[in-house]
């Protein structure tokens, strides 16, 4: 497993019942995790004490309850600066366990010694962007939230990168590929974080186990003759690490060849020493 171990303003306190308690800079949260199908003794003072609770609802959806939460604050991760804010669906804006990619490819990156264009899509609030602008790529962030892409925009400007060579564009990310494919844009590097569902512009569906695989060979047409990475994250129980280096392994090392791995990601839990999974994500990179 690949472990997001180097935050200091984040941390998962515990976890037990459905929930998991963190710590997001000063602040204790308790938000559901459909992992942890587990009971602890909940002996952590921050199951009484919380900033804020996330109540999930029996039919469906939930809502917040606050005990002295501002609206916004910040945490770090290195020189990196992230607003957050309780939002739908128990978001706060960022997903920590992406911090292990983002020091994969971020060290890829450094030591490329040539410039690097990053595609980022489905692309957030910009964790992944920052991280390769840092970095010192040039990147096109894409999401088709303009909320989403103001927010990361927030972050870039607070992490001190509003001056990085970033392109932040809200469109539907796969149109924009098929454009980019008509208009011979090419990148060195392709991160990207689909959802399980969604809908296009013009109610296009978009349901990851049909859509993805289709997805990863139309943005063959856009990388580069010598790429430098290819990263996917999936949040979708029935896409594993095996059938991420799969997907991988028939597109990007088919052609290019290098090495594919994937693994599970996930966060330390302080109280017990364990390990969270959140998730899965499949990297492709050349060979060292």
Request: glycine fraction near 10%; charged fraction near 25%.
């Amino acid at each position: 497993m690949w472990i997001a171990d180097k935050w200091k303003d984040y941390e998962v306190i515990d976890t037990s019942n459905g929930e998991k308690l963190e710590r997001w800079g000063d602040y204790i949260l308790v938000r559901p995790d459909p992992q942890v199908i587990w009971k602890s003794e909940k002996k952590a003072a921050g199951w009484k004490k919380k900033n804020g609770h996330y109540h999930r609802s029996k039919a469906g959806g939930g809502e917040w309850e606050f005990f002295d939460l501002p609206e916004e604050w910040q945490i770090g991760y290195g020189d990196l600066r992230f607003n957050l804010k309780p939002f739908s669906f128990k978001h706060t804006g960022l997903f920590p366990e992406q911090a292990v990619n983002w020091e994969w490819f971020s060290k890829l990156i450094r030591e490329a010694n040539r410039p690097v264009k990053v595609l980022n899509l489905f692309a957030y609030t910009g964790g992944a962007t920052l991280s390769a602008a840092a970095a010192g790529a040039s990147v096109t962030h894409v999401d088709a939230s303009k909320g989403m892409v103001n927010w990361a925009k927030e972050n870039a400007a607070s992490s001190g990168l509003s001056d990085r060579p970033v392109r932040w564009l809200i469109d539907d990310c796969v149109k924009f590929v098929e454009r980019e494919i008509r208009r011979g844009n090419k990148y060195d590097a392709i991160i990207m974080d689909p959802p399980s569902y969604g809908r296009g512009p013009k109610g296009e569906i978009w349901k990851i186990e049909d859509s993805i695989y289709p997805f990863i060979e139309l943005t063959m047409d856009i990388l580069s003759d010598d790429p430098l990475f290819y990263l996917v994250n999936s949040y979708t129980t029935g896409l594993q690490p095996a059938v991420l280096t799969y997907m991988l392994s028939m597109t990007v090392k088919k052609i290019y060849g290098g090495k594919v791995e994937s693994s599970e990601i996930g966060l330390p839990v302080s109280g017990n020493g364990l390990v969270l999974p959140c998730g899965a994500s499949g990297r492709w990179s050349r060979e060292d």
